[in-house]
């Protein structure tokens, strides 16, 4: 009798309790981020200590060594990319991509590097047509796009790169989306610090022309989350793919590292904005993979083996999965569904080629 009376209590309190753990789909968000050509090997293992050598570019070996190398893999992974793995091995978080439990992310556009692999993350499938990384307007429709000319998420997408070919992959002349990348000054957030991080930007060292520091572009994304608080915000990193194309290896551990942090500066904030605390899917991923060994590891190509394979890392509410996912044989061109999804949208409507969703949202 005691258990029926208090019956309908029970049921308000289970009812509130589903109403406030199941956002509505309409205040979802999405931040996708891309680290390019940064390599399973380094996520799922740490530091790669053969590599850690003089003939690899590395300056200061025993200080590199010290810095990233652990006895334990677990350890070892952790200390090159702490958040990543604090919140990927947590309730709310996942990652697929580790062979050591045969669990295989695949790059299918079988050039593995970086435009066909950002063509096959945000148009959700592999084009043969996509076979150079020169600056030429993507004739396929990505998410980012199809997205912008959905009537709720119009001008509500926001794309921010460190590589200056991203203006084309998103082709900005027809998607509508302004894709602020390579050295390109920043314009949206507080005017000051925009206008700081512009003048140190213009006048700090190039290491290249066509890709800005990735410090740069997350600041950034930050201040665009913060200004504009985009529905679907997209960042792509670049350093690590061109520290390593550089054989410096102290230099790309070093990306990986601050990329890691990047990752977190862009989750503590999105969570202080209520706009996207506790509704935000974080997807993070990579373009191709690298190869193998003293001199493969620098460079990524059909000749390369491991430069087909990837890794996805997601977090946030709504996952059905959580932890080190083995044996999931997943896609790369899987992402673009998947984005869509979260929002309650099916982005296979646009086109049938597009990969279906990830299995892993509710
Ligand atoms: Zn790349």
């Known amino acids: 009798m005691q258990f029926l009376k208090s019956l309908p209590t029970l049921l308000i309190f289970l009812f509130a309790t589903t109403a406030f753990t199941d956002e509505p789909l309409a205040n979802r968000r999405v931040v996708l981020i891309t680290l390019d050509g940064l390599r399973g090997e380094e996520v799922f293992g740490g530091a790669d200590e053969r590599l850690i050598s003089r003939d690899n570019g590395v300056e200061d070996v025993s200080g590199t060594m010290s810095r990233y190398c652990r006895i334990d893999t677990t350890d070892k992974r952790q200390t090159l990319m702490p958040f990543l793995w604090q919140i990927c091995t947590s309730e709310n978080g996942w990652i697929a991509g580790d062979i050591e439990k045969e669990s295989v992310v695949a790059v299918t556009n079988g050039l593995y590097f970086s435009y066909p692999g950002y063509n096959e993350i945000l148009s959700g499938f592999p084009d043969p047509a996509v076979n150079s990384n020169a600056k030429k307007l993507n004739e396929n429709v990505t998410v980012l796009e199809w997205l912008n000319k959905h009537p709720e998420f119009k001008n509500s997408v926001a794309a921010y790169g460190s590589w200056d070919v991203f203006p084309y992959i998103i082709n900005h002349k027809r998607s509508g989306i302004e894709v602020n990348a390579g050295w390109m000054p920043l314009k949206v957030g507080n005017p000051e610090r925009i206008e700081a991080l512009n003048y140190i930007a213009k006048n700090i060292f190039h290491e290249w022309d066509g890709v800005r520091y990735d410090s740069i572009t997350t600041s950034g994304a930050l201040e665009?989350?913060?200004?504009?608080?985009?529905?679907?915000?997209?960042?792509?990193?670049?350093?690590?793919?061109?520290?390593?194309?550089?054989?410096?290896?102290?230099?790309?551990?070093?990306?990986?590292?601050?990329?890691?942090?990047?990752?977190?500066?862009?989750?503590?904030?999105?969570?202080?904005?209520?706009?996207?605390?506790?509704?935000?899917?974080?997807?993070?991923?990579?373009?191709?993979?690298?190869?193998?060994?003293?001199?493969?590891?620098?460079?990524?190509?059909?000749?390369?083996?491991?430069?087909?394979?990837?890794?996805?890392?997601?977090?946030?509410?709504?996952?059905?999965?959580?932890?080190?996912?083995?044996?999931?044989?997943?896609?790369?061109?899987?992402?673009?569904?998947t984005v869509a999804k979260y929002l309650g949208l099916d982005f296979s409507q646009h086109n049938s080629q597009v990969r279906p969703p990830l299995p892993i949202l509710k």
Not at 261 to 273: H, P, V, W
Not at 278 to 305: M, Q
Not at 309 to 336: H, M, N, T, Y
């Open 224 to 337: 665009e989350m913060k200004t504009n608080k985009p529905r679907v915000l997209f960042v792509a990193l670049g350093e690590t793919d061109d520290w390593a194309h550089k054989g410096r290896y102290d230099r790309y551990l070093l990306a990986a590292n601050q990329n890691d942090g990047f990752i977190r500066d862009l989750y503590e904030m999105a969570q202080s904005i209520p706009e996207y605390k506790d509704n935000t899917l974080f997807i993070v991923t990579s373009d191709h993979g690298r190869g193998d060994g003293r001199e493969g590891w620098k460079n990524h190509s059909v000749l390369l083996p491991g430069s087909e394979r990837i890794w996805i890392a997601a977090f946030g509410p709504g996952l059905s999965v959580s932890g080190v996912d083995e044996g999931g044989k997943f896609e790369q061109a899987q992402v673009a569904a």
